[in-house]
């Protein structure tokens, strides 16, 4: 496929860091793919940065109308094994007219409300 755009490698850092950035979040490589969860549990899909398969995340969105926007994003699906049932969206980062970084951190910060305990939202929001 070649390497990905440097835009969207950009904006993929900048999710992967913000995403980094949530008390109690860590990163793992499960299928050699780069995901961040809390608790055990994935709140960001990052997939993978080589080239091999298009940039692309994947976050869930309980929010009816956050969900329904992110899907309105150009290449935008429900995620694959089921998971789309429950909410989950996968948003290509390289497509033409991609939602922007900051847009992208948001719908992140809803996955990760989502899936983390209520101490660790308490401490998202005193922070």
Same mark, same amino acid.
């Given at each position: 496929?070649?390497?990905p755009?440097?835009?969207?490698?950009?904006?993929?850092?900048?999710?992967?860091?913000?995403?980094?950035?949530?008390?109690?979040?860590?990163?793992?490589?499960?299928?050699?793919?780069?995901?961040?969860?809390?608790?055990?549990?994935?709140?960001?899909?990052?997939?993978?940065?080589?080239?091999?398969?298009?940039?692309?995340?994947?976050?869930?969105?309980?929010?009816?109308?956050?969900?329904?926007?992110?899907?309105? #994003?150009?290449?935008?699906?429900? #995620?694959?094994?089921?998971?789309?049932? #429950?909410?989950?969206?996968?948003?290509?980062?390289?497509?033409?007219?991609?939602?922007?970084?900051?847009?992208?951190?948001?719908?992140?910060?809803e996955?990760?409300?989502?899936?983390?305990?209520k101490?660790?939202?308490?401490?998202?929001?005193?922070?």
């Amino acid at each position: 496929m070649g390497a990905p755009p440097k835009a969207a490698l950009a904006k993929r850092e900048k999710v992967r860091a913000f995403a980094l950035g949530l008390p109690g979040a860590v990163e793992e490589y499960p299928w050699g793919e780069t995901v961040v969860k809390v608790n055990k549990k994935i709140f960001v899909f990052l997939g993978v940065g080589d080239g091999s398969y298009p940039l692309g995340m994947g976050v869930k969105l309980t929010d009816e109308a956050t969900h329904a926007h992110a899907l309105t #994003s150009p290449g935008a699906q429900p #995620s694959g094994y089921g998971l789309g049932k #429950s909410g989950w969206v996968q948003v290509p980062l390289a497509e033409k007219g991609a939602p922007r970084a900051d847009l992208l951190c948001e719908w992140v910060e809803e996955s990760y409300r989502a899936i983390a305990t209520k101490k660790l939202i308490a401490e998202l929001d005193a922070g």
